[in-house]
């Protein structure tokens, strides 16, 4: 089992980077929250991987933390009816603190609104894995944009700062994403406030 990639970054999409490791060049699939952390082309970076076998293909997927990892995989191992591609697609709408959080609340209204899923299967993501992510969030470890290691980000202040957003109009969505940004540009130690004044532009 591959567990981890690292090397030189040679490209990469929302959805897709391109590592090389002596000589050899390994595509990746990723969520958009890693994408939003990767450096630029020939930075070295490291992702946190987990290989998908099929009868005629391998597909590896890598995030930028362990706990964006192991998430994936709970959701693929736990939940009838999504796979990889869906489960990609629920990262890449959703940072992890505000789905753990969405989970643990049994906000299906939230859920349902990534592409991919309908109510029945957000449904499914709150039976199946509220009572495996615990009741409170643990902190995330995730990458440095510019050297591949670990920085410690607040999940909580980030749930907050949504949930702040989201009472001002925003809709979840572009409230997590504004606030993602935010976190990549202040750094993981941001308070709320902090978060909130940089996603508003102030």
Do not use: W
């Not at 998908?52 to 998430?71: H, I, K, W």
């Not at 603190?97 to 349902?112: C, E, F, K, M």
């Not at 050297?147 to 202040?157: E, F, P, S």
């Amino acid at each position: 089992m591959i567990t981890s990639i690292r090397g030189p970054l040679v490209e990469a999409t929302p959805l897709r980077a391109v590592i090389e490791i002596n000589g050899l060049a390994y595509e990746v699939n990723i969520p958009v929250t890693t994408a939003e952390k990767l450096p630029v082309a020939g930075k070295e970076v490291k992702l946190h991987t987990h290989v998908v076998y099929r009868e005629d293909s391998q597909n590896l997927y890598g995030f930028a933390s362990t706990d964006d990892r192991d998430f994936f995989r709970m959701m693929i191992d736990h939940v009838s009816g999504i796979g990889p591609k869906v489960a990609l697609s629920i990262m890449s709408r959703l940072s992890l603190p505000l789905l753990q959080s969405a989970i643990r609340d049994g906000d299906v209204a939230t859920l349902s609104k990534c592409p991919g899923i309908g109510k029945k299967t957000a449904e499914r993501l709150v039976i199946e894995l509220r009572s495996r992510i615990g009741s409170t969030p643990a902190p995330a470890t995730e990458q440095s944009p510019a050297d591949g290691t670990g920085i410690n980000t607040a999940g909580g202040a980030l749930s907050d700062a949504v949930a702040a957003l989201s009472v001002l109009g925003y809709k979840t969505a572009e409230a997590d994403k504004a606030v993602r940004q935010a976190m990549i540009a202040l750094g993981g130690e941001a308070s709320t406030e902090q978060l909130i004044k940089h996603a508003l532009g102030r």
